[in-house]
Every structure is written in structure tokens, then in C-alpha cells.
């Protein structure tokens, strides 16, 4: 009797367990169900190769690298400043704060990480396109810009903190022995714990990637929804998030055109962000260093 | 006269390694200073333009075609209902998950294959949370655009926070306290259920708070699953009006962050002053939930001593 409900108990909470991996599957299943349904309507040399995404016109074209023009500048552009910015900040907490500041500065920017897309999309739209507006005066008051930017400040925190946890974890034994050479700390900063931390600053890059090319809500606000085949950060664009929510919002029947484009949309952006996660375990692979 | 040159040549050297020490120390702090204040700033100016429409009346108060009028009625009981749904449904899933990947798994391939996904899942962009919970939810199960829909596809999106915060919290309970269980007789639910759960609860209580603050600011899977923009209703109340106990699940509904993004999407500036309203609220709540669970993991943390 305890026996058998032990057994029990044991075989729920397993069951508790598969619902992560039963979500996987479930993402995988619906992504590529409807993205057949679509395939099955539209050519997929045309979905790669076509240079215009006007898939809800009479005049009905499906160029993927359209929205996937704007995800790599909007990206880029927040790449260009969380990455910079997140590594110093990550190696200032790391080997030159005391540990008062640190133990302040990492609360702090944790919470800013949990502060919700949408209100820097408010930012970007109101306070940072204003201001970009008064250096650039031909900024339309949409662009991948002003997104980018914003972007790039909410994803500091993910870098740094990763990044100064790589940091933190290469032995004192290395530091020691470069001070005791005669190093500045900047020198061992940069010439002994940045090369031995690669592999985790590389993890934390592709982190900070991966959450750029999936960021939507900013980029929904800030950017413009119109598809734009562009590489100017100064002008509007689509991204394919920003398509997706651009679609939901309007009311579209299920199972017509338009509703399966978000779902191939979708599996484009699935297959981006899985191919960066294989690159980083790759990478964290390869730089890995033992001691 | 050599050995003077050399002893200000080395110190030559040594003021120059300090000069860029230095000069690295305070261009670490003004990117520490960039990123802690430009975000600051910008919260604290939403709140200055959004603080003459914070008033009793807008938190009492329907959306409206009128600014003037507008209010996040629907939005924060939307809200707060959909985050119900989400704890019920993601709190036993995580904490039950943890328990077995801690206790009760054995090391076979498929519990990497449980643990591999999990650190997965927490890399999906939200919003194909959202297009599974469409796909699924909303047509397959035939949930539609409802409170039970956004509830559960933010559970999922919230797992991998509490299943990993579960994991934690447990792994730092010593083994003698299992083996003193266990000796006593207990089998394993029993230790679990009277030692381990009690012990590694003020954990998971902070997992699943941060992993609730994260929830409620999450807009795009709920605009996919369709929600709408525009509700000036509530979900029924249980026992009024004839209405069933659980009738408000399947009701449809706003959140907040989905008004705070309708209102920033019109160009009318009056709508926009709402926008930064509802946006400081939204802000408040989750740094308040954030801060929460930090005083919460400091404090417990000091006072456990095993």
C-alpha cells in the first residue's frame, strides 16, 4: 500500500517534469504543422529570394528577408551598445569595484532587467526618438535607430551580469601570479581574466543576441510595422516579431494565408535563435579552459 | 647616476600603469552610471508626465475614447486574474518538476534530456510562446482569447524560472536532513513533503515571485493569443448575475501592458500622458515584486543556519 502509493506519487511528479519537454514539442509541432500548410501555398525559393513581404495585399508577395533585413539592423544597432557598454561594466564590477558597489550595482541591475519591454518601447518612441531628432533631423519618427538603442540598454543587464560571473569564476591563483609579475590591474583585466573567461563572455554575447533578435514590444512601438528591405538603421522597418504582433492585433480567420504567414514567421525566428544556441555551446566548447 | 635612471625609469612605468588604471576604472563606472541612470531617468520622467492623470478615478475608470476619461479598470483586474491562473498553474508544474529532477530522478538520458530543454525553454523568444498557445490553446483546445488561455501560455513561459529556483533552493538543504528522515522511517514523499518542501520554501517563494513579475509585463504572447485592446467590461463575477463559479476564465480580457501599448500607439499626446500613467503603475509593480523577492532571499538567507 505505501509502496504503491510511493510509485504513484513518483510517476505525477515525473509527469510534472515532461510538461517543459511536451512544450518543446509542442512549439516544434504547431511551428512546422502550419508552416507545411503555408509552404504548401508558397514556394520556399520564393520565401527566401523575394525582395518585397506584402503578404495581406491582392498583390500577395512573400519575401522573408524582408522582416529579417529589419531583425539584423535593429539588432546590430543594440548589439553596438550592450555589448561594449555590458562588457566594461562587467569587468569594472568584477576587478576594480570594491565589494560595497558590487553587492549594490548587481540587485539593481537585475530589477532593471525585469522591467517590462513595452515600457521602453514608451521610451523609445517618446523620449528617445525626440532627442535622436535633434541631432539627426531627417530621423522619421519611426526607426530601427531609436528601437536599436533602446534595445541595447534593456539587454546591459543579461551581458554584464553573465559576463562578470565568467569573470568571477577564473581562479585567484591566475590573477596572483600576474601581480606578482608586476601587472596593473588593467593589465590583468584584459590580458589574463578576459582570455580566460572567453568561452562564458561568449556565452553571454550570444545571450544578449538571441534576446535582441526575439525583443519585440520595442521594436513593435519604435520601429514602425511597415516592411522595409533596408540597411539604414535611419529609416522604419518591420521586424519579424514586430510582424507577428502586427498581425495578431488585426482579426484574421484561422487557417487563411495571413494567419499561417506569422507561423512561418515564427519558425524563421525558432530556427535563428536555435542556430545561436548552437554556436554558443560550440563556442563555450571550444574556448573552454580546465583548471 | 645609472641605477637613478633606471629606478625613475621603472617608476615612469608604474605612474603610467596607474594613470590607465585609472582612466579604465572611471570609464567602467560611467558605463555602470550610463546604464543604472538612463534607465532611472527614464522611469522617473514617465512618472512626471504621467502623474496628473495618476488619480483614484483612473484606476476606477473603463478605457475611453475621451483621455480625459480613460482608466486601467479592465487592464489591472485583467491583469491580476490572468497572474492567478499563471501561480495555479505554474507553481505545482515547477515545484513538482524540481522535486522529481532533484529527488527522485535517476542520471539517465532522459533526464538530460529534461534538463537540456529546460535551459532551453528559458532561450525561446516570448512571443513564440505566443503562436504556440494560438496554435494550440486557442484553436486546438478551443480555449479562444480567454483569461485561461494567457494564464497558461505565461505559466509555461514562467517554468523553467520556478523549476530552476525549485532546484536551488533544494540543493542547498544538507543531506543529513533527508538521511535523519529517512532513518526515522519516512519514506521518500514523506521526507519531501515534511522536511524538504518546508525547508526550501522561502526559495521557491522568491523563484516564483520573480518569475511572476516577469509574467505580468509580458505583452507580446498575450496580443497573439488576441487578446483585445479595448474592454470596458469586467469578467463575470462567480454567483452574480447567474454567472458560474469559473465562468470569468473564459471571458475576454486586457492587461496592462496591453492598454500601456494602446495608448502609446495613438499619436493624440493625451493619450500618450495615459500611456506614461499606466506605465509607472506597471513599473511599480514590478520593481515592487522584484525588490520583494531580493529583501525576501536577503533576509531568509540570514536567518537559516543549518
Known sequence: MRNWRERLIEGLLFCMAAVSVLTTLGIVYILVKESIVFFSQVRIIDFLTDTRWTPLFDDAHYGIGVLVSGTVVSSAVALAVAIPVGTVIAIYLSEFSTAKVREMAKPVLEVLGGIPTVVFGYFALLVVTPLLQKFIPSLPGFSLLSAGLVMGIMIVPYVSSLSEDAMRAVPMSLREGAYAMGSTRLQVALKVVVPAATSGLAASYILGISRAVGETMIVAVAAGMQPNMTFNPMEPAATITSFIVQVALGDLPHGSIGYLTIFAAGLTLMLITLSLNIVGLWLRKKYREHY | ?306
Open chain 2, 1 to 306: 647616476m645609472e641605477k637613478q635612471d633606471k629606478t625613475a625609469a621603472i617608476r615612469a612605468i608604474i605612474q603610467r600603469g596607474k594613470r590607465w588604471d585609472f582612466l579604465f576604472a572611471s570609464i567602467g563606472l560611467l558605463c555602470l552610471a550610463f546604464g543604472l541612470l538612463t534607465v532611472l531617468i527614464l522611469v522617473g520622467r514617465m512618472g512626471v508626465e504621467g502623474i496628473e492623470r495618476l488619480s483614484l478615478d483612473f484606476f476606477i475608470n473603463f478605457p475611453s475614447r475621451r483621455a480625459a476619461n480613460a482608466g486601467i479598470l479592465s487592464a489591472w483586474v485583467g491583469s491580476l486574474l490572468v497572474m492567478l491562473v499563471t501561480a495555479l498553474a505554474a507553481v505545482p508544474l515547477g515545484v513538482g518538476a524540481g522535486v522529481y529532477l532533484e529527488e527522485y530522478a535517476k542520471r539517465n538520458w532522459m533526464t538530460d534530456i529534461i534538463e537540456i530543454n529546460i535551459t532551453n525553454l528559458a532561450a525561446v523568444p516570448s512571443i513564440v510562446y505566443g503562436l504556440l498557445a494560438l496554435g494550440i490553446f486557442v484553436y486546438q483546445f478551443g480555449l479562444g482569447g480567454s483569461i485561461l488561455s494567457a494564464g497558461l501560455t505565461l505559466a509555461l513561459l514562467i517554468l523553467p524560472i520556478v523549476i530552476v529556483a525549485t532546484r536551488e533552493a533544494i540543493r542547498a538543504i544538507p543531506g543529513a536532513m533527508r538521511e535523519g528522515s529517512m532513518a526515522l522511517g519516512a519514506t521518500k514523499w514523506q521526507t519531501v513533503r515534511y522536511h524538504i518542501l518546508p525547508y526550501s520554501m522561502p526559495g521557491i517563494l522568491t523563484g516564483v515571485i520573480i518569475g511572476l513579475a516577469r509574467a505580468i509585463g509580458e505583452t507580446a504572447p498575450i496580443i497573439t493569443i488576441g487578446a483585445l485592446t479595448f474592454i470596458a467590461f469586467l469578467p463575470p463575477v462567480p454567483f452574480v448575475e447567474g454567472a458560474g463559479l469559473f465562468d470569468w476564465v473564459m471571458s475576454p480580457f486586457t492587461v496592462m501592458p496591453i492598454q500601456m501599448f494602446n495608448w502609446t500607439s495613438r499619436p493624440e499626446e493625451a493619450f500618450q500622458a495615459n500611456a506614461g500613467a499606466a506605465g509607472f503603475v506597471l513599473v511599480v509593480m514590478t520593481l515592487g515584486m522584484n525588490a520583494l523577492a531580493i529583501w525576501l532571499r536577503y533576509r531568509l538567507r540570514k536567518n537559516i543556519k543549518w
